[in-house]
C-alpha cells in the first residue's frame, strides 16, 4: 500500500476517535449543542480521509506524486483545526466563527485538488518492454 494512503488511514481513525469522543460526551452530558463538530469529525475526517486513502490505495501511481501529499496536507490541516474551532464557536465563542470561515475555505480548496488528481491523467509507465525475439 502506498505511503500516503497509509497515512490517510492513520488519520482518519484519530478524527474517529475524536468523533466518537465528542459523541460519547454529547451522550453523557446530554447537552447536543456540539454535533455539528461531532459530525464534521465524522465525515470529513474519518469518512472522507478513509475514502481518500482508499483512493490512493488503488492509485498507487498517483499516490506517489507530490501533489498528492501537498494535497493530504492541506485537506488535514484545514480539518484539524476546523473541528476544534467549529466545537468551541458551537459552545458559544463567536470569536471563533472567522477561524471555522477560513478552516472550511482550506478543506474546500483540499477537496479541489483531490479532484484535480482524480481527473487527471495517469502518468505513463517509465519502463520499457524488453525486445521478443523471434
Known amino acids: 500500500m502506498p505511503r500516503l494512503a497509509n497515512l490517510y488511514f ?24 456540539v454535533i455539528g463538530a461531532h459530525a464534521h469529525a465524522n465525515l470529513l475526517g474519518w469518512v472522507t480521509m478513509a475514502l481518500f486513502g482508499g483512493y490512493h490505495a488503488l492509485n498507487p501511481q498517483k499516490a506517489e506524486r507530490r ?23 458551537l459552545l ?3 470569536a471563533m466563527e472567522p477561524i471555522v470561515a477560513a478552516a472550511s475555505i482550506v ?28
Open 92 to 94: 458559544g465563542n463567536m
Open 107 to 134: 478543506i474546500f480548496l483540499g477537496v479541489l485538488l483531490f479532484a484535480f488528481i482524480i481527473f487527471s491523467a495517469e502518468q505513463a509507465n517509465a519502463t520499457i518492454s524488453p525486445a521478443r525475439s523471434h
Open 67 to 89: 501533489l498528492a501529499m501537498i494535497q493530504y496536507y492541506i485537506y488535514t490541516a484545514g480539518v484539524a483545526v476546523l473541528v476544534p474551532a467549529l466545537y468551541l464557536m
Open 10 to 33: 492513520k488519520t482518519a481513525i484519530i478524527f474517529l476517535i475524536i468523533g466518537i469522543g465528542i459523541g460519547l460526551k454529547m451522550a453523557i452530558t446530554e447537552d447536543h449543542s
